[in-house]
């Protein structure tokens, strides 16, 4: 299933990392998308992508996301979500974080929306 509105994107981002489903996913991500993987870190393209979702799945995440705004013109769109994650980490011990989204999607030449950007820390991607 794809994206059919950009408002659409982040509640199936959920329900793919929900069920550990890489090739979902991915099919929401352009082939050139950034992805934030921390403050100051981003990573480009379907390659590096793909490693970084698989870091994400190995977590074993259960995702909640709570959509706030869809800022939305000309193609592209503002996702604004406030998340949070439950998974378990490499050392087996419980990880839970969160945080608020500030993402870019665009509608593709077929209608689909995917990811431009995926910027899963807002504004604190920045870093301080």
Do not use: C
């Amino acid at each position: 299933m794809t994206a059919a509105t950009a408002a659409a994107v982040h509640p199936l981002w959920t329900e793919r990392i929900n069920n550990g489903n890489l090739d979902g996913l991915l099919a929401l991500y352009e082939a050139d998308a950034a992805y934030v993987t921390a403050p100051r870190t981003s990573v480009t393209g379907t390659a590096a992508v793909r490693e970084a979702l698989m870091g994400l799945l190995a977590l074993l995440p259960t995702v909640t996301l709570e959509p706030l705004m869809v800022v939305e013109g000309n193609g592209v769109a503002l996702l604004i979500s406030r998340w949070s994650l439950t998974g378990t980490g490499p050392d087996g011990k419980p990880v839970v974080f969160g945080g608020q989204t500030a993402d870019v999607v665009r509608q593709q030449a077929d209608g689909n929306w995917q990811f431009a950007v995926d910027n899963p820390f807002g504004d604190a991607a920045a870093g301080s």
